[in-house]
């Protein structure tokens, strides 16, 4: 598949300071990837190096295989849209008239506004002025506003921030749609459950650092699953396949099998039941993510 | 790509406090330089001329670079709060029309600045009996104060883009001009971007001070040296640095 952003060591400096970190994305085209990492981690340094508004200190950056510079910049910004940090606004302005300006600077059709402006459900506050907004309708806003146009790449930082249950379910839906309309969606969070709910792809950065980067599929198997047993008599069977050299684990009252392959979960079974103990449930259990964060780089990830 | 920019500057000056200033600042040097005309009538013999002297000297001195500043602090005031510095560099724009679009509309509501003020001093004028009206060289001088101004701006954007602070820039202005007074007297107005105002306008002089060829050649050579100087700093810093918001 086809990347749609590509960073070669990206590095951002500030005060000697290495904010972003030899940085290497991938993010593939069609896909929606999530940009995960505890606040103050790189992640907006990087989307505004992203869109150029932040020069960085080395490295390069290819969006839609072109090179980020000076002569490429307008090409490649014709077909992003961006919320970066907080949403952007007018606010002596109704929300239609600040969607007004982005066509105007845009080139897009104005009735484009009523299109995107379903899509947030926005329609009735649209002739409101915006300072009158409450925190989650102004992200809705520079949500719409991120989407005039339908660009072929959408960079949403913390996208989520500020709205509430209801309305964090409706975006994160929007989200999970857009790449059937073409859209590309780069989704930062500092929340790893969110990420899990509408990503394909993910890469986790910690201190500048890219320490994971992959599918989401590949990072559910780094979750290594451990299998569970319930018999009539658990410490004899954990007794007997102890000594037939499996390595199972005790844990309070019962014991279980670390990340093994199908055959030695229907041997171990096989050889309780012949050595007439009563198997009740054998249960696949999937580290979580927190968890999986937590081997990754040591320490609890702020939720 | 200039006209969508300016399209957009313009929706963005909607519903703005930009047009009070624009309204009420002028009635000041307008008061201030008829009163000043009717109380030294024995001096000021030149009828339309010598109130032109008086309005201007307030108006060019004191009023016309602030209210020029106060444009600018309020065009980026915009971008400065609300985030609007990501927006406004991330879009499929260029930052030259980005720039001149918001030069443009700040002259849009200079030149009606210019028209208000000609419009109180003939107001003042009839007010003080001035018989007919003025001699059609005073548009003359409105019209190089226009063009100075469009140095002043560039000056001025540039300034308030950098400074954060509404007040400082417009703060700045009021003392380059009163520098500019200075300046002018000594000769030296043609070096100070705030001098070019009263130089364009003629304000408090017995003759036109650009009748020569050689004064008005430097006049417009200080004009565009200048606004290429301020114009090509803001293109300059709007390229390299990095956005902060």
Not at chain 1, 52 to 69: A, D, N, Q
Not at chain 1, 157 to 173: F, V, W
Not at chain 2, 94 to 120: D, N
Request: with cysteine; proline share 3%; charged share 15%.
């Amino acid at each position: 598949m086809n990347n749609i952003i590509t960073t070669n060591a990206l590095t951002k400096e500030y005060d000697h300071k290495k904010v972003v970190n030899t940085l290497d994305l991938h993010v593939p085209e069609g896909s929606v990837y999530g940009f995960l990492g505890p606040n103050g981690a790189g992640k907006s340094t990087t989307l505004k190096m992203l869109l150029g508004l932040v020069k960085p200190t080395g490295g390069e950056i290819r969006v839609f295989g072109k090179k980020l510079s000076q002569e490429n910049r307008l090409e490649i910004l014709k077909q992003t849209g961006s919320l970066i940090e907080a949403p952007s606004y007018y606010g002596h302005l109704s929300g239609k008239e600040n969607l007004r300006i982005i066509c105007k600077l845009k080139n897009v059709p104005e009735k484009d506004i009523m299109r995107v402006l379903h899509l947030v459900r926005m329609e009735k506050q649209m002739d409101k002025k915006v300072k009158n907004y409450s925190l989650g309708m102004k992200q809705r806003l520079g949500i719409a506003a991120a989407l005039l146009g339908s660009p072929r790449l959408l960079l949403l930082d913390e996208p989520t921030n500020g709205l509430d249950p209801a309305g964090i379910q409706e975006i994160r839906e929007l989200i999970r749609d857009l790449p059937e309309h073409g859209i590309t969606v780069l989704v930062s969070s500092h929340l790893l459950a969110e990420i899990d709910q509408m990503a394909t792809d993910v890469g986790i950065i910690d201190k500048g650092h890219l320490i994971f980067q992959d599918s989401l599929v590949i990072l559910h198997e780094h979750s290594r699953s451990r299998i569970l047993f319930q018999t009539s008599d658990n410490e004899a069977a954990f007794r007997l396949l102890n000594t037939a050299g499996m390595s199972v684990k005790w844990e309070t009252d019962s014991f279980y099998l670390d990340h093994v392959s199908d055959d030695i979960v229907m041997d171990a079974v096989g050889q309780c039941v012949n050595a007439g103990i009563g198997v009740f449930r054998v249960t696949e259990q999937q580290k979580s993510l927190e968890d999986i964060f937590l081997s990754l780089t040591g320490k609890q990830v702020s939720l | 790509m200039l006209y969508r920019c300016i399209q957009a500057e313009n929706l963005k000056l909607k519903h703005s406090v930009i047009y009070l200033a624009f309204l009420v600042i002028p009635i000041i040097p307008a008061i201030m330089g008829t009163f000043n005309y009717m109380q030294n009538l024995e001096l000021l013999k030149s009828g339309w001329y010598s109130l032109w002297t008086q309005i201007t000297l307030f108006y060019a001195s004191f009023f016309y670079a602030p209210l020029i500043g106060i444009y600018c602090s309020y065009t980026w005031r915009l971008e400065h709060t609300h985030n609007n510095w990501n927006t406004f560099m991330s879009m499929p724009v260029s930052i030259v029309s980005s720039y001149l679009a918001k030069l443009v509309c700040i002259m849009k509501v200079t030149v009606l600045t210019q028209l208000w003020i000609s419009i109180l001093f003939f107001i003042g004028g009839k007010m003080c009996g001035l018989p007919g009206i003025f001699s059609p060289e005073i548009i003359l001088w409105l019209l190089r104060g226009t063009l100075a101004a469009v140095t002043i701006a560039s000056l001025q954007l540039l300034l308030s883009m950098l400074i954060r602070n509404f007040a400082i820039p417009i703060g700045i202005a009021l003392f380059g001009s009163i520098a500019g007074m200075f300046m002018t007297n000594a000769d030296l107005g043609n070096f100070w971007p705030y001098s070019l105002m009263m130089l364009g306008m003629n304000s408090n002089q017995n003759e036109d001070v650009l009748s020569s060829f050689a004064g008005t050649a430097s006049f417009f050579a200080s004009v565009i040296l200048f606004f290429l100087l301020f114009f090509g700093c803001a293109v300059w810093w709007l390229r390299t640095k990095d956005v902060r918001s």
